[in-house]
């Protein structure tokens, strides 16, 4: 989420804007958005039309049904859903959608809505639409550490016959290779000059970026919860937060997702790569037990 400059972030927030735009900033005041989760660049203008997201940089539309477990986090109303997305999310498991806790952090869950399976976000003939149960936001995001920008969306009812993201496993790097290309896909910004919210689902293909060139891009930035990924011109952007970077490896079924749209320092600009939760970090996972709401939702996921 890219965030706006009247944000009140507290310090340890500050390196770099969150993927979300300040029409979620209004929108959150009715929803009971923490301050925390809007951020400091790419702010929204006229043009957004009340919009609360960003977008893909450099992509190309998807056609249906193409990304079966993508998510689209929607503000609960009758509103046309393109109007009431403000995040993105990926299918864990048939119960749980995986988010940022930037788009969620101080959200009530009766709230928010998410539809899995969505490419259009106006059609509402497609995909699965569920209410929300509980919202758990990482232990550690929630005491101030933005690093780790994770959040699980227990849903009322479970999604069938979508096949969940696979994840890394936790403590290896073998998927985030500087240099390999990923996939980011969201509803975010398409255009850094004139600003385009696209109905359409989109994707982009970035490089995979080394932790040292991202720490020089970022002084703040977490090697052991984050990775980093992008190029100029290529990007995730406003509204792609929460979304899924994930590759596809050859023989193996489904996508691995290897990131969460996190934050960053414009969209597509040269130098500033896109950071994203690492969801093979096994610190990510071992931490998110320190809260009860965490420890419960890690004994769901194992089964």
Known sequence: MRLSPTSPIPPTRRTAARRI?????????????????????????????????TRIIGG??????KHPFMAALLQKG?????????CGGSLLEPGIVMTAAHCVEGTKPKEI???????VLSNKNQGELRN?????????????????DLALLMLEEPVEGVAPVNLPTAGTDALIRPGAKATVIGWGNTNTEVTNYPDRLRAVDVPIVSHIECKASYPQYDSKVNMCAGVEGKDSCQ??????????????????????????????AQGAPGVYTYTGSAKLWDTLEESAAGKRALNKLAG
């Open 239 to 268: 509204g792609d937060s929460g979304g899924p970077i994930f590759r596809k490896l050859q023989g193996r079924k489904g996508v691995f997702q290897v990131g969460i749209t996190s934050y960053g320092d414009g969209c597509a």
């Open 113 to 119: 809505e998410t539809v899995v399976g969505r490419t």
């Open 60 to 65: 190309t539309e998807q056609p249906d049904g």
């Open 78 to 86: 009758t509103g046309n859903p393109h109007d009431r997305q403000f």
């Open 132 to 148: 929300v149960a509980e919202i758990v936001v990482h232990p550690r995001y929630a005491k101030g550490e933005g690093a780790y």
């Open 21 to 53: 735009t300040t029409a979620a900033l209004a929108a959150g005041a009715a929803l009971g958005l923490a301050a925390t989760s809007v951020g400091t660049a790419h702010a929204a203008d006229s043009a957004d039309r009340g919009r609360p997201g």
